[in-house]
């Protein structure tokens, strides 16, 4: 079996192009210009303001389809840029492209053609939703969470959950034009170039969401809770160093204590109440009374008051 060659920093951008054309759309995406000469892939990606450890992330998955590296070194924001030119490449060039090959190849007039071209606009369709999605959606998020605002209502677990394939149609039109149309001695060429673009399509598209699902989202995870821990910990230090005396004087009391780890575990107050041995009421009427005198009302204030007060470990929580 042939060993697999990871490229690195130091070697020759035009010797890794030379071995792998097939990432000649990854350089587009990135916005390295050709013409770069000798210079290494260090050189050439500093030259086009490329983080160079996240291009190699990219540029090793696509040839080997390996994925080790270090998430802490590489630029969610080299990846954004990434991801959207892609967008474009694909919705812009590569989808119009395939068309225009497929109608040039197939009679119009033939009710089988006519099907064919329906059922790839049909992809087309699906495709645009798909990647607008991301486009309005997703890739906002990400920009302010780069900019340190983390959503309340969004995360990259839910884009992550919902990222089904993209290609299924794609895959059923290749199938369906292999099988079932007939060509001739005028239509031949053109749909064997028609189907050859196809399937550089579908392998495009298969490393795009590879990309996103085995580089981008968790890198993104990482920075979600990289920030959560970040301020949390603030969160903590503030209530650490605050002023005794703006504090209430009334004590807590161990059933107290015991409901507002309960709380901090994420118990309902019928969970509280059924762990406690006591009525929802009851349950209710602590959570008031500690409300009251440590004039938190939330459940993220009472987590960081637990922590402080040594009532929960803050490594378990992080579990």
């Known amino acids: 079996m042939k060993a697999l060659k990871m490229y690195e920093a130091g070697d020759k951008m035009i010797s890794l192009i030379r071995d792998n054309y097939n990432i000649l759309q990854s350089l587009n995406s990135f916005g390295i210009s050709l ?13 086009n303001n490329v983080d160079t450890t996240t291009f190699l992330a990219v540029v090793n998955f696509t040839i080997n389809g390996t994925h080790e590296y270090d ?55 699906e495709i645009h939703k798909h ?18 605002e983390a959503s309340t209502t969004y995360n990259i677990d839910t884009f992550a959950k919902h990222h089904a394939e993209a290609d299924k149609s794609l895959k059923e039109l290749k199938s369906l034009i292999i099988k079932y ?4 001695a005028t239509t031949s060429n053109g749909l064997t170039s028609a189907l050859y673009f196809i399937y550089n399509n579908e392998d495009w598209l298969a490393n795009h969401q590879e990309v996103e699902d085995k580089i981008f989202v968790p890198l993104i995870r990482k920075i979600e809770n990289d920030l959560k821990s970040e301020r949390l910990t603030n969160a903590i230090s503030v209530f650490a160093n605050a002023d005794p005396e703006a504090n209430t004087n009334e004590t807590i009391s161990e059933r107290e204590k015991d409901v507002i780890i309960a709380v901090v575990q994420g118990m309902s107050n019928k969970e509280i109440a059924e762990h406690l041995c006591i009525s929802v009421n009851t349950a209710i009427t602590h959570r008031k009374n500690i409300a009251r005198k440590l004039q938190i009302h939330s459940p993220a204030g009472l987590t960081i008051y637990a922590i402080v007060n040594g009532l929960v470990d803050i490594d378990a929580l992080k579990k």
Not at 35 to 47: L, Q, W, Y
Not at 181 to 184: A, S
Request: glycine share 6%; hydrophobic share 35%.
């Open 35 to 47: 013409g770069f000469g000798d210079k290494t892939v260090d050189e050439t990606c500093r030259a």
């Open 71 to 125: 998430l802490g070194k590489l630029s969610a924001s080299t990846l954004l840029r990434y991801l959207t030119a892609g967008h474009s490449y694909y919705l812009d060039y590569q989808l119009p492209f395939v068309r225009r090959e497929l109608a040039l190849a197939i009679n119009e007039n033939d009710n089988v053609g006519k099907l064919i071209l329906q059922l790839y606009d049909q992809y087309s369709r």
């Open 131 to 148: 990647m607008n999605y991301e486009e309005k959606t997703l890739f906002p998020y990400i920009e302010k969470l780069l900019q340190g």
């Open 181 to 184: 149309f007939p060509t001739d």
